[in-house]
């Protein structure tokens, strides 16, 4: 019951992110065209990868929560980990064009048509992104989902360059300073390119079956501690929202088979009570006295 609640929540959210980020992009489309500002086209091809990556972590999302079947027999979660690569590489791909269109139009200024426009639009994608990008964090977080979790990141990133730009349309509409719009699209693929290969690090790591966090690990040695368990080889990694753990168990070599039996399904649910959804495989050995 509360997988299937985990999985009407994700595709929830996943659904609310891709409505939102067609909705500002429609917007934005249209007021870069009214007024001819670079740093708003920017903003939207900025959430168009973003609209992009919610359709990916829609299905991703999805397809993630399948059951394990014969040829994925350790289900199918990391295609979070690729869906969130898939987003950062999109992201540094438009960041690269934003910097060469930014680039052109710093080199060849052009005047700036009804700037109050751009105030209003980025003051929109302001408010919308930061409930989004809330609600996105907060389902990410119950749910351990690192698709949903790269797409409050992506919306996040949105809210903090609608600030920046609106400051900067106040001074165009104000001063008169139109090279700012060039300025403040260069910053706005500056961030992308820090986002980018921020959220490819995260996600690409568990794909070389990096061990999980140090929380996460000590919370497993933990259990193990505190009900003086003698443990070694404890190997793990992460696919999507799954950990899984291989640890090999010191026992007595005398102790009834039903209670080591016992012993290691204790440890399973101590651990799982920890960290949900955890898959630990325990090979016993006798311990050395």
């Not at 429609?26 to 007021?31: E, G, V």
């Not at 972590?57 to 979660?77: L, N, R």
């Not at 980990?81 to 934003?98: D, G, K, P, Q």
């Amino acid at each position: 019951m509360e997988q299937n609640s985990s999985i009407t929540s994700n595709k929830k959210a996943a659904l609310v992110s891709v409505i939102s980020n067609s909705s500002l992009i429609l917007l934005k489309l249209i007021i870069s065209f009214l007024t001819g500002s670079i740093s708003i086209l920017s903003e939207a091809l900025h959430s168009l990868s973003d609209l992009f990556a919610s359709v990916i972590t829609f299905f991703s999302v999805k397809y993630s929560e399948t059951p394990p079947d014969e040829k994925h027999p350790y289900g199918h979660g990391r295609i979070e980990n690729v869906t969130a690569s898939v987003e950062a590489i999109l992201i540094i791909v438009a960041a690269i064009y934003i910097f060469f269109e930014a680039f052109i139009r710093f080199l060849h200024p052009a005047e700036i048509q009804l700037p109050f426009l751009g105030i209003i639009i980025m003051s929109i994608s302001f408010i919308s992104n930061l409930f989004v990008s809330n609600y996105l964090y907060k389902i990410a977080k119950k749910t351990k989902s690192l698709a949903l979790e790269g797409d409050a990141l992506h919306l996040k990133a949105d809210m903090f360059s609608s600030l920046a730009m609106i400051a900067g349309f106040v001074l165009i509409w104000v001063f008169d300073w139109h090279i700012i719009d060039s300025i403040f699209a260069f910053a706005v693929a500056i961030y992308m390119l820090i986002e980018g290969y921020i959220l490819f690090k995260k996600s690409f790591n568990p794909l070389m079956d990096q061990a999980i966090e140090k929380e996460e690990l000590k919370a497993i040695l933990s259990t193990f501690e505190e009900n003086k368990y003698q443990i070694h080889d404890l190997k793990t990694r992460k696919s999507g929202n799954t950990i899984f753990a291989d640890v090999h168990l010191e026992l007595p070599p005398q102790m009834p088979l039903q209670e080591v039996h016992d012993i290691c399904d204790k440890i399973e649910i101590l651990l799982s009570d920890k960290l949900p959804g955890i898959i630990v495989n325990i090979h016993v050995e006798p311990n050395k006295i």
